[in-house]
């Protein structure tokens, strides 16, 4: 793309760019800072703006029509259920007879075969080819990452991999891996938004755990209300990219002013995040 963010204009949707990965640097951009090819990218925009941010980035918007689920253990079972309620054609491989047997008068829809996805007669046998997307979400992250591959080099036009080793995660590009999911990153969800000081609503981990999102409620006497953001010493490495106060989201600007009881959307680096919550805490002499 090697595009400056300054340079996105309001036709284009003007997506407020929160975190750039670049092979295995994670940053917060400013607005001289320039998009390359092979950026992995987080944004935010608004509902009603993502078609334009689609086309601005080369995104098809294409529709969901055949999925195949390997491993039907938990998470893949729940993913069957969920897509059991939809018209998308899925099927879900799984070596084991009695969960098979079990999920195939659970399911109505989705259809439950009894083999090795890791089998490439089988795969062939179910047109892998012509499948939209492949979710390898067996026990093994090995067997994943290599059925996974395997459904690529068939023709599978996109996989989803559950891989819980962080060590890995710098390889999922590399190799050839589209998106990967993680019970491990899901589980530390769920602790940030208790350890976070302030009042934290939700956190996600970003690239590993080298970045976070953060929901917080801007609290009155915090050092982040009252004021345009330009005039906030917010610390290096974070920024605030949406600010929801009622019905209504904004995305902010330098002269954006947040309000007690907004809710804030914070990027922010591993190395930033104690500064952010200095920035959210209560000062002491409220009380």
Known sequence: MNRQLLSFKVSEGQPLIGVIVRKDQVFIPRGEDIIQADDLVYFVTRSNELRTIY??????????????IVGAGETGASLASALDMTKINTKIIDKDNQRCAYLAEKLERVIVINGDGTDKELLQEENIQDM?????????EETNILTSLLAKRMGAQKTVTRINKFSYFPLVSAIGLDHI??????????????????KVLSAMALKGEEAE????VALETSDIVGKPLQQIPFPKGALVVAILRGDEV???????????QDRIIIFATRQAIPHVEQALMVKLEYF
């Open 181 to 198: 999911v993680s019970s491990r990153l899901a589980a530390i969800n769920s602790v940030l938004q208790y350890v976070r000081r302030g």
């Open 250 to 260: 904004i995305i902010p600007t330098g002269d954006s002013v947040i309000v007690p």
């Open 213 to 216: 999102a953060l929901e917080a």
């Open 55 to 68: 086309s601005l980035f080369n995104i098809k918007d294409e529709e969901l029509r055949r999925v195949i």
């Open 132 to 140: 939209d997307v492949v979710a390898t979400l067996t026990g093994d």
